[in-house]
């Protein structure tokens, strides 16, 4: 045996140690560094010795190939950056055709016992938008499934002064009694029983996407819900229209005057003083980031962190609520509130005869409510689009 092959040998017992010590997780980022190191110096010694024999082969062709790419020299130099390399033709036919080769298929995965993965535990969710408006609105629980409460249609007048010995001014309210039908949200998945045991995280994810996309389902009710059945009766189709008469054309106006022409309409019908206003993130941020003629932002210095506020509202930003409309309300109780027949609730269960002989599960979300709005002209709807200034 020559020199050579007997440092091959060396080199190959070495490396079949440390792919045997990695399946076992007994290896050291040192040792594998080293072992590393060790195959350079091989390379690098057959490809001095073929130069110097006259025979380059595989070894000094791809040397040279891959010192004489720009890409790869940044790539060795910096240790950042991609290295495109370009193989074709004879330097092709020579590189590749060699039989002995590393590959993914024996040192990428876990199971095959050469290097261990570092997996990171849990499942990543798909992007989520924060869920705001049932935070806001109060809260009560009933227990029937049918909902009546009166409000006034027509209000009574004012008092007037009297003549002595004179009839008293008479006036009676005109009531009306409303209706509103508890509904129910319900979400299910199918799986497997095996792959929610093999896979522990898949049940925790299951249950909570299932709680969001029945969260997502109820702001949306709450927002634009029609009333007609099944759906809940939303804020926006039962909300005042926004008076556009309101606007002074001459003066010409914008989004921010929009909303403050809006809290005006429902101060002067003597309603219930708005505290939120829900607003696409859109229609958000084109007012936030409008300037004066100076160049200053109108609604504050961006570095100064605060609480999204446009005239004292709290400003709901989400993507529910359609681009160009907006909703003004509060929380008040007099004005509306939720009322909860069950709160969310989360089941398992494989009663159906064809999941149990398949052993598959279903696991259902569902929760059961309603939306009182006593005083719907205590919010107001509108679309920013009537203005012909933007």
Not at 116 to 130: A, Y
Not at 187 to 199: C, N, T, Y
Request: net charge negative; with cysteine; aromatic share 6%.
């Amino acid at each position: 045996m020559t020199s050579s092959e007997s440092a091959l040998a060396a080199l190959k017992k070495r490396a079949d140690a440390f792919y045997a010590a990695a399946a076992r997780g007994a290896s050291t980022w040192a040792e594998k560094q080293e072992l590393q190191g060790a195959i350079s110096e091989y390379i690098e010694s057959k490809g001095a010795s073929a130069a110097g024999s006259g025979q380059g082969g595989n070894v000094t062709n791809l040397k040279s190939l891959l010192e004489g790419n720009e890409s790869f020299r940044q790539l060795k130099s910096t240790g950042r950056g991609p290295a495109r390399i370009r193989i074709e033709g004879a330097a092709a036919d020579e590189l590749l055709s060699r039989k002995d080769y590393l590959s993914n298929s024996g040192a990428g995965y876990q199971a095959t016992g050469v290097l261990p993965i570092d997996r990171v535990s849990g499942i990543t969710p798909e992007p989520r938008q924060q869920l705001y408006l049932a935070d806001l609105l109060p809260k009560r629980t009933t227990d029937r499934a049918l909902i009546d409460f009166v409000r006034v249609a027509t209000p009574m007048g004012a008092a007037q002064p009297q003549i002595e010995m004179s009839p008293k001014f008479e006036s009676e309210p005109t009531l009306t009694s409303v209706s509103e039908k508890v509904q129910t949200i319900a979400i299910f998945s199918v799986a497997s029983r095996q792959i929610l045991e093999d896979l522990g995280d898949l049940a925790m994810f299951l249950q909570t996407s299932q709680k969001y996309y029945l969260d997502l389902a109820v702001e949306l009710q709450l927002l634009a819900g029609d009333g007609v059945d099944p759906q809940l009766n939303g804020l926006i189709p039962q909300a005042a229209s926004f008076n556009t008469g309101l606007l002074v054309g001459s003066a010409g106006y914008n989004r921010i005057d929009i909303v403050g022409r809006a809290i005006q309409q429902i101060q002067r019908s003597k309603e219930i003083a708005p505290s939120w206003v829900v607003l696409n993130p859109d229609d958000w941020w084109s007012a936030r980031l409008q300037k004066d003629s100076l160049g200053r932002y109108i609604l504050g210095d961006p570095s100064q962190t605060a609480e999204a506020q446009l005239f004292d509202l709290t400003v709901l930003s989400t993507v529910n609520i359609t681009p160009g409309t907006f909703l003004l309300g509060n929380s008040s109780p007099i004005a509306s509130e939720l009322r909860i027949r069950s709160e969310v609730t989360y089941e398992i269960a494989t009663q159906n005869e064809d999941q149990f002989v398949k052993n598959l599960i279903t696991a259902r979300s569902e929760c059961r409510l309603a939306l009182i709005t006593k005083r719907p002209g205590s919010f107001v709807t509108g679309t920013f689009v009537t203005s012909p200034s933007m």
